[in-house]
């Protein structure tokens, strides 16, 4: 297992977590229920993120 599946790894258990509290972080945290937009923004940009960390060959 390369540095790169174990981050992404990571990255999705905090991703996964993130989608379950209903509050992510990027600059500052942002709610579900407060600003939907800016969080399914910052989940969709953290789960590109995590899924490149995939497909990066070192």
Same mark, same amino acid.
């Given at each position: 297992? *390369? &540095? %790169?599946? &174990? /981050?992404g790894s990571l990255?999705?258990? =905090? +991703? /996964?977590?993130?989608?379950?509290? %209903?509050?992510? #972080?990027?600059?500052r945290s942002y !709610?579900?229920?407060? !600003?939907?937009?800016? #969080? =399914? %923004? *910052?989940?969709? +940009? =953290?789960?590109? &993120?995590?899924?490149?960390?995939f497909f990066f =060959? #070192?």
């Amino acid at each position: 297992m *390369t &540095i %790169g599946m &174990i /981050v992404g790894s990571l990255l999705l258990l =905090w +991703l /996964v977590f993130d989608l379950f509290s %209903g509050k992510v #972080y990027l600059w500052r945290s942002y !709610e579900r229920s407060q !600003e939907p937009g800016a #969080y =399914w %923004g *910052t989940m969709l +940009l =953290w789960l590109v &993120i995590a899924l490149s960390c995939f497909f990066f =060959w #070192y």
